[in-house]
């Protein structure tokens, strides 16, 4: 690894610290320690959203292969729904020289239309690093621009529309990704209906899992002693 020292010219931190909030998940990475280097303050918290803020800036982490994985299992859809509870928002991929971006258990157009997908549906851009001596660089440089306000540790609004909404109780299903949730809402309308839907109806979409899917709402928990 390259020398890190001086990479935001001659704007190294002296006095004062600005301060940069860290997930406690991000413990292992090299990146907090690359800024506590050039002075910076590492303020380790249980975050529910992202992985770093910085400046105001609420940022998810991601390297080529765990972006991968988290696409795969639809992990990211719930993360990148969350993410945008905060009006300052990226995702950032770390990694790109190390391994190539379109191979490794996905196919490459999947890909490019997941990428796509970040920016025009959930609005939310993508920066790519090399690893995580440049990731750190990008939040060294954003954390020394014109302090734009902090907003909280936990977001303080929903910025979700209903149907993203909708949406995202839906993926809270088993086996009910991005997709299956929906072909849920344009056949239905309503969570209403779709809850109402006979396991014959929603068979049409979900399949075998439909059954399952209605288990679930009829669930009732026995209260203890009873």
Do not use: N, P, R, T
């Given at each position: 690894m390259g020398k890190f020292i001086d990479i935001f010219s001659n704007k190294k931190v002296v006095g004062g610290k600005l301060k940069i909030i860290v997930d406690n998940r991000e413990r292992n990475s090299l990146v907090p320690s690359?800024?506590?280097?050039?002075?910076?303050?590492i303020a380790w918290e249980q975050l529910s959203v992202g992985d770093y803020i910085v400046n105001g800036v609420c940022i998810e982490r991601k390297s080529v292969s765990d972006l991968k994985s988290s696409i795969i299992n639809k992990r990211i859809v719930q993360q990148l729904l969350e993410l945008k509870q905060y009006d300052k928002r990226f995702l950032i991929v770390e990694g790109i020289l190390d391994e190539d971006l379109y191979s490794g258990g996905i196919h490459e157009n999947a890909f490019r239309g997941f990428l796509l997908?970040?920016?025009l549906d959930f609005g939310i851009g993508v920066i790519f690093t090399h690893g995580e001596e440049d990731t750190a660089r990008y939040f060294g440089v954003l954390a020394l621009q014109k302090e734009k306000g902090e907003q909280g540790i936990r977001a303080s609004?929903?910025?979700?529309?209903?149907?993203?909404?909708v949406q995202f109780i839906l993926e809270g299903f088993p086996n009910v990704g991005a997709v299956k949730a929906k072909k849920l809402i344009e056949n239905f309308g309503s969570l209403r209906e779709i809850f109402g839907a006979s396991e014959e109806e929603l068979a049409e979409i979900l399949g075998k899992r439909a059954g399952e899917f209605r288990n679930l709402l009829y669930y009732k928990h026995k209260p203890k002693g009873l």
């Open positions: 690359l800024l506590l280097k050039e002075g910076f303050e997908s970040v920016v609004k929903i910025l979700m529309s209903d149907k993203e909404q």
